[in-house]
């Protein structure tokens, strides 16, 4: 009888601990800033800020991170180019600025090199591979095998520009989520 009490005993306090861990997985603030293969939805900035003509503009994602015990300021933890598009059920495209050939920053360029007729774009300085504004592949023989990763975005409380950041594999065709 008493050994069988000091089991359920034991048992009893072995649960606690473990119960507080699932309750801290579920919490949606540390499973946001965890978890990378849903992303992470941020606020990166409000319409005014994006040129009306739809030229891109590049923004860094500031984040905070949480964990069981402190949430840190927030910093860096990647970047995106946004354009206005015309179409106004998505008003804005967002893009991971990161290069999905080996993860190196792209920047816009009014005219991609070697590419006619002239043609505004995206341009990744470090095996030369170029994007059109939508993000496709802008010429045959591309070191990447993709085009930018598009990132979900939307406009919530009538001017701000939210959107989901993720970082994907670099290197291959597929738009795979890191994490996944
Ligand atoms: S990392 Fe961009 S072309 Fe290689």
């Not at 319409?47 to 910093?75: C, I, M, N």
Request: charged letters at 15%; one cysteine or more.
């Amino acid at each position: 009888m008493k050994k069988a009490c000091c089991v359920a005993l034991g048992g009893a306090l072995g649960a606690v601990p473990a119960a507080a861990g699932i309750g801290m997985y579920l919490d949606p603030l540390v499973r946001a800033s965890t978890d990378n293969k849903a992303g992470l939805k941020v606020r990166v900035t409000t319409l005014d800020a994006l040129p009306s003509d739809g030229v891109p503009r590049q923004f860094k994602v500031l984040a905070s991170h949480v964990d069981a015990w402190t949430k840190t300021p927030e910093t860096p933890i990647g970047a995106v180019v946004l354009l206005r598009t015309s179409d106004a059920q998505k008003p804005v495209k967002a893009f991971n600025v990161a290069c999905p050939h080996a993860g190196c920053f792209v920047a816009y360029v009014a005219q991609i090199p070697d590419l006619t007729p002239a043609t505004p774009g995206y341009f990744c300085p470090c095996h030369n591979s170029s994007f059109k504004l939508d993000g496709q592949i802008a010429r045959a023989g591309s070191p990447a095998a993709r085009g930018l990763d598009e990132l979900e975005c939307s406009i919530q409380n009538g001017n701000e520009v939210w959107v989901t950041y993720q970082n994907f594999q670099a290197g291959t065709a597929e738009k795979v989520p890191l994490g996944a």
